[in-house]
């Protein structure tokens, strides 16, 4: 049962909250809140809370800058690592326009239009994310270097892994705030490590990622750590990705639960997915260190798809009833989640629609490049992965016009940024290492 603005305003009264942090992201995942003092929550809830979007990138004019937060009651989770005596809670927020009308730029309510599309074709759309993250050390100053907490490698134990404690502090944490960590570990390059949880529904799932992501590095934080979601944050080691899975149902069945034949949803599903996968890398990838990871250590480069094999785009993983799924495997965690789920949920619904026949499966090491003779790669640099989006009628059609001019501006001018820097990597650490 979804909790409601009076369950949230009983529970502040009852649990000693001072504060509230309203939650949102920019149109390029970016995470942005003011904090409310407890007492104006009821204001909140009635009446929204007014902000200046032309100071937020990607959002208003000058001209007309004001927009308005609206809190969601359901989201509001108590932050176990603020103090128990004044208590901090956290909600995410949906955006509109003054007068009520929705905000184009509200990339949450474009999520939740899929997911209501979805539902309207008689879909219930499950997705899980597997995040992947960097620890590293911080100088005498407390900012952070590029020396990694450890040199442990995929599944290594103590003493190559030190990042253990903190991967237990962060399932802990994420625990309390209602994920379902269910497993954790050193993943395969110096200081990297994944936590894993629980699948659930989408616009629940993209706001577990951002729950995630905040606490991953609040928690490194508390340790004398910096936590990065970097795409390629060390140019010798592997690179972070967001593997996204999504699970489709149908009165109650998971339709990817078994063999499925090519022209059955599924298929149908995953062919939207393969046939959009170019024309979604500019969301799912989207700024210049991103192309430094794909292609690379078991990051995908070519649009394919297979079973169990991890050198493809898109793979079944071996799973059995409600986990039987398909995995998305390009993604970074550079991305705005609500967009990325979006948009990969709605190039799956664009295949289903059209009856999109699924190519046949890729049985083949694509690590290997000889491999991938005659196949499709992603877009191999963001400019390239701007153009093809941009050329897209598929994300013309899906995302509202303002949205996606303010974000091809801005990847543009990101390229154009990058390309005329002096000192590239002094340029990624101002512009991606120390923000994502």
Known sequence: MKRTAQDILNFVEDNDVKFAKLTFCDIFGNQKNVSLFASELPRAFAEGVSFDGSSIAGFM??????????????????????????????????????????FEGNCRGYLQSVVKRARAMGLVC??????????????????????????????DIPPLDKGEN??????????????????????????????CFRY?????????????????????????????????????QPGSGLHVN???????????DGDFTPDSEAGHFVAGILAHARELTAFCNPVPNSYARLGANEAPLY?????????????????HGEFCRVELRGPDPAGNPYLVIGLILAAGLDGIERSLPLPEAVNRNLF???????????????????????????????????????YFEYQTQLCHDAEGAPDTESWERAHSFLII
């Open 200 to 236: 659930t529904t989408a616009l629940k799932s993209a706001d577990n990622l951002n729950t995630f992501k905040s606490t991953v590095k609040a928690i490194a934080a508390r340790n004398g750590l910096f936590a990065s979601f970097m795409p390629k944050p060390l140019a010798n």
């Open 246 to 256: 999504v699970s489709l149902l149908r009165d109650g069945r998971n339709l990817f």
């Open 368 to 406: 290997h490049p000889s491999a991938a003779a005659g196949l499709d790669s992603l877009p191999r640099t963001l400019r390239e992965a701007i153009t093809v989006a941009g050329q897209s009628e598929f994300i013309s059609r899906e995302l509202p016009v303002a949205l996606m001019n303010k």
């Open 61 to 102: 004019n000058v001209e007309e800058s004001d927009l308005v937060l609206w809190p969601d009651p359901d989201t509001a989770t108590v932050l176990p690592w603020r103090p128990t005596e004044g208590r901090v809670i956290r909600m995410y927020c949906d955006i509109t326009l003054p007068n009520g009308k929705p």
């Open 303 to 319: 649009v394919s798809w297979s079973r169990q094999n991890r050198s493809q785009l898109v793979r079944l993983p071996s799973a």
């Open 166 to 195: 903190i991967r237990r502090e962060i399932c802990f944490a994420i625990e309390e705030m209602g994920l379902h960590p269910e497993h954790s570990h050193h993943e395969s390059g110096h200081g990297q490590n994944e936590v």
């Open 126 to 155: 499950n997705v899980g994310c597997e995040c992947e993250f960097y620890l590293f050390e911080t100088d005498e100053h407390g900012s952070p270097t590029r020396i990694p907490l450890d040199m442990g490698g995929y599944f």
